[in-house]
């Protein structure tokens, strides 16, 4: 089960795009205020609303009970099922033959075909669980004052903060990626107050024991929790062993062992130090946990600094203020803010928290070397979570990413590019099997295990285009760094495989246009003609897949004539290319989501994939297809009348529209909704307008991403300085923020103009500088001379690699 393909191609690379990333950052050097804090006057009321740390492969959730402590553990490897082949035996028949109806018209006999000989087998694909959780029964403390909960997004650690009975205790939980271990150390102010009990447990499908006098072992494996026998849905039992081990450090008083309990006794000042190993990782689970709690065992204060300078390296990248004033609110717990925010007011001081907390969450779920963020980042304390934790790719795993490039944290993309080598395999099996094309693909899931067939059901398993989405992250770190050992060894591999299966998958509609299919408009469905409301999903062409094979074609195409290779190939898309079906515009003026100009069964759908060429790619702008990009504002302005943005993460990719479409005033407005609607006390997103709504993580970072969007574009070779600035956003500031071409740009403005900027180019280029109208460039100085000059709405220079050009506007 060990993955090591994975850490080789990792490691490979890794030294080189560092490098890159440091030097593209070196003019954010932002010292972050205490004002980064999340902090509560009372103990965390549920799993959501408790303080998440993590390090990318070990996460934790902080409660702040007083005298039931929970931390709830998750490792990200810790997965039910197994390698195995999904592969419906009926596929290639089964793909031929739904082509086929779907172009006859005959879509629901096609749907019927689908579910019988295309969907996977299992239907269902593994998921991710639990560790499970840590409990800390305190002796002697039964009231409490001076309680504050806290949440250091600048140090990321928790610390919980009390008295009892005179007595000061000082709680505080991180999780260091240096040591590899969560560390929980606990002190007391007065000598021998600290009693407590430590246990280790799981929901099911664990064991654990006292090995020594200091040392809880629980060791288990993650299973499913509904076995079935229907093969169609059935998962076997199997899945990933694991082991976790937790050692108890103090200083005075004495520890005891009963059972699967240690106890401490009399202590003032305790670490325990946790961690965990999984077979995925090594052969020797035992082996790893020794060798992790023996480089962890340094004195707490040293393991602490540790944690915080590696923890920093990237944090400190990149920073946010909006107005230049003192904040009104610091002194206001940060869950009741959000209830005020809730409940209509501004509290525009509270946002650059929300945009570092999303920060924060990848810095935690995603470093160089783990898994992927997935639909929880690492998480979750279910043995069956929502929608299985996966990676959900038509949008969500996609904008887990969206603000690693743009706040400089473009090397902890590389996850994501590790679950492409992941999946290649399967990807490359799949695109065979089913659709009997070159190169490889992947449908709207992918698990631990790389899977890449269609899943679930109709609404969105039969979408193969996430494989092809994904593709395009690469071009995008290509594009922010400027790295062409990457671009050669990483991406050049996948946007030349996927164009190859994108030729075999697009086929030749009655117009002579290549369309892609048997596909979807994900998750969205329309109302089949000459009906009133039966709903379809299954069509030819819609036009999120047109927009990404357009995408797709263009980037292959640049990447080969960058790289001098495969000239054939290039020729054979380019000429696919003018094929494709061009966009439309519908009868309400909107841009349509599918070939013809169907009703949407659900108007006010969360998804808006046939915007996908608008934003996150730049087919669609307002100033090259202005015709395009108003009917992108109909289609959207559609979505919003019939209440779409029901979801944290669809109302994040509105914000970003939005802000393409430099309308910061409606890109605030929706800002506003989110936080009235997907926001927990604890800043976690949620998916859904209910009470008991899950968390997802994915508006976490797109609603960031959106406001960076607002900021700061660099689409279509243009860098555009607050392109969608609200009217509330009148005075600011950022550093570190990062535009494709490789440059770092840190920027003032006052009264809604912008005064000065610093940009730093990490490589050789032509810099198109815009700004908002009624402002212009007056000078930029390189080495105290002025360069550059006015073209038309731009102000153009020629960039060196490694020069620093400081910007005065008027």
């Known amino acids: 089960m060990h993955l090591s393909r994975r850490s080789f191609l990792r490691d490979s690379v890794l030294a080189g795009v560092a490098a890159t990333s440091r030097r593209g950052n070196a003019i954010a050097t932002s010292q972050p205020e205490p004002r980064y804090r999340l902090w509560f006057n009372h103990p965390a009321g549920e799993w959501r ?5 993590g390090n990318g492969r070990l996460g934790a959730m902080v409660f702040g009970e007083p005298v039931q402590e929970r931390i709830q553990l998750n490792e990200e490897t810790i997965w039910v099922g197994e390698k195995r082949d999904r592969v419906n035996p009926n596929a290639a028949e089964g793909v031929r033959r739904v082509r086929e109806l779907l172009f006859e018209g005959k879509v629901k006999e096609a749907e019927a075909l689908a579910m019988k000989d295309v969907i996977a087998v299992p239907t269902r694909m593994p998921y991710y669980q639990t560790l499970g959780d840590l409990h800390l029964n305190f002796d002697g403390i039964t009231d409490t004052s001076k309680y504050r909960h806290e949440l250091d997004l600048d140090s990321a650690i928790v610390t919980t903060r009390f008295v009892s009975n005179g007595v000061t205790f000082v709680r505080e939980v991180f999780s260091s990626a240096p040591d590899q271990v969560i560390v929980v150390h606990l002190t007391a102010s007065a000598p021998g ?77 305790v670490t325990l130090l946790l961690c965990a190993a999984t077979e995925i990782r090594t052969q020797d689970m035992e082996g790893a946990c020794r060798r992790y709690l023996t480089v962890a065992s340094a004195p707490f204060a040293e393991i602490k600094r540790r944690h915080i300078a590696d923890y920093r390296q990237f944090f400190r990248r990149a920073d946010l203020t909006l107005l230049n004033t003192p904040d009104p609110n610091a002194a206001i717990p940060t869950d009741e803010r959000l209830k005020r925010m809730k409940e209509g007011e501004d509290d525009v001081h509270l946002l650059p928290t929300f945009f570092q ?23 979750n304390d279910a043995l069956d979570p929502p929608w299985g934790s996966k990676f959900t790719i038509n949008i969500n795993t996609q904008m887990n990413y969206w603000i690693a490039e743009v706040s400089g944290l473009g090397d902890l993309h590389f996850p994501v590019f590790d679950l492409l080598d992941a999946a290649h395999a399967a990807g490359v099996v799949t695109a065979k099997k089913y659709y009997n094309a070159r190169g490889f693909c992947i449908h ?9 067939v269609p899943i679930d059901g109709i609404g969105g398993g039969f979408w193969p285009l996430g494989g092809a989405w994904l593709t395009t992250h690469l071009w995008e770190h290509w594009l922010h760094s400027g790295d062409r050992t990457f671009l050669e060894q990483r991406a050049y591999p996948h946007l030349k495989q996927t164009a190859e299966f994108l030729l075999g998958y697009l086929q030749t509609d009655k117009d002579g246009h ?20 039966t709903k379809a999903n299954l069509c030819m062409g819609p036009t999120m897949d047109q927009a990404i094979a357009r995408g797709l074609f263009r980037q292959f195409v640049a990447a080969s004539n960058e790289l001098n290779r495969d000239a054939d190939l290039r020729a054979e898309v380019e000429a696919a290319a003018k094929k494709l079906l061009p966009y439309k515009i519908g009868k309400h003026g909107q841009l349509q989501e599918w070939a013809e100009d169907y009703d949407e069964f659900e108007p006010g759908h969360r998804h808006i994939s046939h915007l996908w060429g608008f934003h996150p790619d730049d087919q669609i702008t307002l100033r090259q297809t202005p015709d395009l990009a108003a ?13 779409s943005g029901s979801t944290g993460w669809s109302r994040s990719w509105i914000i970003n529209q939005c802000a393409r479409l430099e309308d910061g005033n409606l890109a605030y407005d929706n800002i506003k909704w989110f936080f009235r609607q997907s926001v927990r006390p604890n800043m976690f997103d949620v998916c859904g307008l209910k009470d008991n709504s899950p968390y997802q993580i994915d508006g976490n970072f797109g609603m960031p991403a959106g406001m960076t969007e607002m900021l700061l574009q660099s689409h279509g070779d243009v860098v555009r300085l607050l392109p969608a600035l609200p ?31 610093v940009v730093l180019a990490s490589r050789a280029g032509k810099l198109r500088l815009a700004v908002p109208h009624g402002s212009r460039v007056e000078t930029v100085q390189l080495r ?19 020069a620093r050009y400081s910007v005065r506007f008027v």
């Open 357 to 379: 907390f999303g920060r924060y969450l990848l810095i935690s779920s995603s470093r160089p070397g783990t898994m992927a963020a997935n639909l929880q980042g690492i998480w």
């Open 49 to 53: 609303d408790a303080f998440p740390v």
């Open 727 to 757: 009217g509330v956003w009148q005075d600011g500031s950022f550093q570190g923020f990062r535009a494709r071409g490789g440059y770092t740009v840190n920027l003032t403005w006052k009264s809604g103009k912008p005064v000065s900027a």
């Open 784 to 802: 105290g001379k002025s360069t550059g000059k006015a073209e038309g709405e731009e102000y153009v220079i020629e960039a060196e690699a490694g």
């Open 193 to 269: 107050k600290l009693s407590f009990t430590a246990t280790l447990d799981r929901p099911a499908n664990a064991t654990t024991e006292v090995v020594g006098s200091k040392r809880l072992v629980m060791t288990g494996q993650a299973l499913p929790v509904k076995p079935t026998t229907d093969p169609a849905t059935q998962e076997r039992q199997a899945g990933v062993r694991f082991r976790s081990e937790m050692v108890v450090l103090n200083h005075g008083g004495r520890i005891s062992a009963a059972e699967n309990t240690l106890k401490v006794e009399g202590a003032t000042e």
């Open 444 to 452: 709207h899931n992918t698990d631990l295990w790389g899977d890449a």
């Open 631 to 643: 009917a992108v504002r109909v289609s959207l302005q559609r979505r919003l009348d019939a209440g």
């Open 514 to 533: 290549l369309v892609g299919g048997p596909s979807c408009s994900p998750e969205n469905g329309y109302i089949l003609p000459g009906t009133t409301q």
